[in-house]
T-cell receptor, first 115, second 109 residues
Framework: GAVVSQHPSWVICKSGTSVKIECRSL??????MFWYRQFPKQSLMLMAT?????????EQGVEKDKFLINHASLTLSTLTVTSAHPEDSSFYIC???????????FGQGTRLTVV | DAKTTQPNSMESNEEEPVHLPCNHS???????IHWYRQLPSQGPEYVIH???SNVNNRMASLAIAEDRKSSTLILHRATLRDAAVYYC??????????FGAGTILRVKS
């Protein structure tokens, strides 16, 4: 399958600071990227969908000003958690899909811990 | 998004086949059936997908009921590395992937 790389794998940050997570599609052009978060022992929750060059579409209940998503190129999307707080600590996972593609491929996830 | 129902957990012995069921009675004609699995502390991994016919690949087989209201993921010989959460997801072409609770598969040696 196609390769999606997410960086960093884990990050610890202080409360009130911002953290950026990168998601890259290494061997295909990702027209659409998805961002999920996952709390321990729970399923993945879709946060937002982004199409290259367009504003992201956020799921209900997700604060767009807190979780900034940029999808400026066909191989890179970023999620910035602004003014992070301990309750933002979670496992963040990106997914990418090619244009006219049916399958989505996932990054390895980023473990964010806010202290 | 059409919903799926999966058992919370299943257990299998190593080297034996595993049949993971999924019910999706409200599936629409354009919904594809996808299976992903997630190992601990990793992102989900694509396993298999299908529309109407049964499908085979190197990882697994997907058996789809004739009325498409249920499907079964078949792992032909479970190994310890197959222990994971398996998600059955319905998705129309071009739509988003929405995850349900999935089935925790435990493999005993």
């Amino acid at each position: 399958g196609a390769v999606v790389s997410q960086h960093p794998s884990w990050v610890i940050c202080k409360s009130g600071t911002s953290v950026k997570i990168e998601c890259r599609s290494l061997d295909f052009q990702a027209t659409t990227m998805f961002w999920y978060r996952q709390f321990p022992k729970q399923s993945l929750m879709l946060m937002a969908t982004s199409n290259e060059g367009s504003k992201a579409t956020y799921e209900q209940g997700v604060e767009k000003d807190k979780f900034l998503i940029n999808h400026a190129s066909l191989t890179l999307s970023t999620l910035t958690v602004t003014s992070a707080h301990p309750e933002d600590s979670s496992f963040y996972i990106c997914s990418a899909r090619a244009d006219r593609g049916l399958l989505a491929f996932f990054g390895q996830g980023t473990r964010l811990t806010v202290v | 998004d059409a919903k799926t129902t999966q058992p919370n957990s299943m257990e299998s012995n190593e080297e034996e086949p595993v049949h993971l069921p999924c019910n999706h009675s409200t599936i629409s004609g354009t919904d594809y059936i996808h299976w992903y699995r997630q190992l601990p502390s990793q992102g989900p991994e694509y396993v298999i997908h299908g529309l109407t016919s049964n499908v085979n690949n190197r990882m697994a087989s997907l058996a789809i009921a004739e009325d498409r209201k249920s499907s079964t993921l078949i792992l032909h010989r479970a190994t310890l590395r197959d222990a994971a959460v398996y998600y059955c997801i319905l998705m129309e072409y071009g739509n988003k992937l929405v995850f349900g609770a999935g089935t925790i598969l435990r493999v005993k040696s």
